[in-house]
């Protein structure tokens, strides 16, 4: 087997969005790729553009099946097994209605993926990570994790859960090879909202459509900035928006 020259980078949720620009960052700086998501032609898709510039292993993964993380384990051939930066991106939104119109179905969803999916690959992973001489978790947060807004209920929850989770493993691992970061963009542009809109254009429109977002390349740069950092250190969290956008005032619902 040969060497690897740069470290191995997992990333969850490569299909789209910050997880595709990600893998696209990496691959043309060389670092041995592994890219998974549960959409198959995609990832063979993302695979046969990547191998020109790296090594590329594609694995059709559901993040919240644990047994299927497991799997991935034992499928990684020898030159991936090493894997040293996890890029836990994977997630998603669903709806933007108050909480008590919200579908108790959507909120399972959520959390299974941006808590549950999150925790089953950081567990799996963090053995191998942990014989690193260097490793970064990257856990994709959000603004939501820090700033509440109408119709964020449980993914703003979940989010909260990720960067509360990415402080808690740097306690423990504090001294160690391991880095964590709870990475927070604010609106960027990819299919997360036509997601979160159940495929309305109309609606992803009306917010985008001229709202300069932040998109998907400035994310994977600031992911690859993240994992170069020298390694004695560790950027613990880090909030991202457009310029374009900022907070509102406080609401005051005046009583009768
Ligand atoms: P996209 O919808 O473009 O990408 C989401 C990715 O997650 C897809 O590759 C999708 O792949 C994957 N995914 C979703 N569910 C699962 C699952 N159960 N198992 C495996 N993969 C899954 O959105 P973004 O790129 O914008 O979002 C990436 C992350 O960044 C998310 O965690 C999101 O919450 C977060 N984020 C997004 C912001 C935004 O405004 N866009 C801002 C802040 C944070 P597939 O469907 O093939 O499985
Ligand atoms: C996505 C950003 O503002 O839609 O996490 O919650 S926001």
Same mark, same amino acid.
């Not at 510039?53 to 097994?81: C, G, I, M, N």
């Not at 993926?113 to 799996?124: D, F, M």
């Not at 994709?140 to 402080?167: C, D, M």
């Given at each position: 087997?040969?060497?690897?020259?740069?470290?191995v980078v997992l990333i969850t949720g490569a299909t789209s969005g910050?997880g595709l620009a990600t893998a696209k960052k990496f691959a043309t700086q060389g670092y041995p790729l592994i890219i998974t998501g549960r959409r198959a032609e995609r990832l063979e898709a993302l695979k046969a553009e990547l191998t020109p510039f790296t090594k590329v292993f594609s694995y059709t993964l559901? +993040? %919240?099946?644990?047994?299927?993380?497991?799997?991935?384990?034992?499928a990684l051939p020898?030159e991936f097994?090493?894997?040293?930066?996890?890029? /836990? /991106?994977?997630?998603?939104?669903?709806?933007?209605?108050?909480?008590?119109?919200?579908?108790?179905?959507?909120?399972?969803?959520?959390?299974?993926?941006?808590?549950?999916?999150?925790? /089953?690959?950081?567990?799996?992973?963090?053995?191998?990570? %942990?014989?690193?001489?260097?490793?970064?978790?990257?856990?994709?947060? !959000?603004?939501?994790?820090?700033?509440?807004?109408?119709?964020?209920?449980?993914?703003?929850?979940?989010?909260?859960?990720? =960067?509360?989770?990415?402080?808690?493993?740097?306690?423990?691992?504090?001294?160690?090879?391991? %880095?964590?970061?709870?990475?927070?963009?604010?609106?960027?542009?990819?299919?997360?909202?036509?997601? %979160?809109? $159940?495929?309305?254009?109309?609606?992803? /429109?009306?917010?985008?459509? $001229? =709202?300069?977002?932040?998109?998907p390349e400035?994310?994977a740069?600031?992911?690859?900035?993240?994992?170069?950092?020298?390694?004695?250190?560790?950027?613990?969290?880090?909030? +991202?928006?457009?310029? !374009?956008?900022?907070?509102?005032?406080?609401?005051?619902?005046?009583?009768?």
């Amino acid at each position: 087997m040969t060497e690897n020259k740069h470290p191995v980078v997992l990333i969850t949720g490569a299909t789209s969005g910050f997880g595709l620009a990600t893998a696209k960052k990496f691959a043309t700086q060389g670092y041995p790729l592994i890219i998974t998501g549960r959409r198959a032609e995609r990832l063979e898709a993302l695979k046969a553009e990547l191998t020109p510039f790296t090594k590329v292993f594609s694995y059709t993964l559901d +993040v %919240r099946d644990d047994k299927a993380v497991e799997a991935l384990v034992d499928a990684l051939p020898a030159e991936f097994k090493e894997v040293a930066i996890l890029v /836990n /991106n994977a997630g998603l939104a669903l709806g933007t209605e108050p909480a008590d119109k919200a579908s108790l179905a959507d909120w399972h969803t959520m959390i299974d993926t941006n808590v549950t999916g999150l925790v /089953n690959v950081t567990h799996c992973f963090l053995p191998t990570l %942990r014989k690193q001489v260097s490793s970064s978790v990257i856990n994709l947060a !959000s603004i939501a994790t820090n700033w509440a807004y109408p119709g964020s209920h449980v993914y703003g929850a979940s989010k909260a859960f990720v =960067a509360q989770f990415s402080r808690n493993l740097r306690s423990d691992f504090a001294g160690s090879g391991i %880095r964590v970061t709870s990475l927070e963009p604010g609106l960027s542009e990819s299919e997360f909202s036509l997601v %979160r809109f $159940n495929g309305d254009q109309d609606k992803y /429109n009306q917010i985008y459509n $001229n =709202a300069k977002a932040l998109q998907p390349e400035d994310i994977a740069n600031i992911i690859f900035w993240i994992a170069e950092q020298p390694a004695h250190i560790n950027i613990n969290s880090l909030e +991202v928006m457009p310029t !374009s956008q900022a907070w509102d005032n406080f609401k005051i619902i005046k009583q009768q």
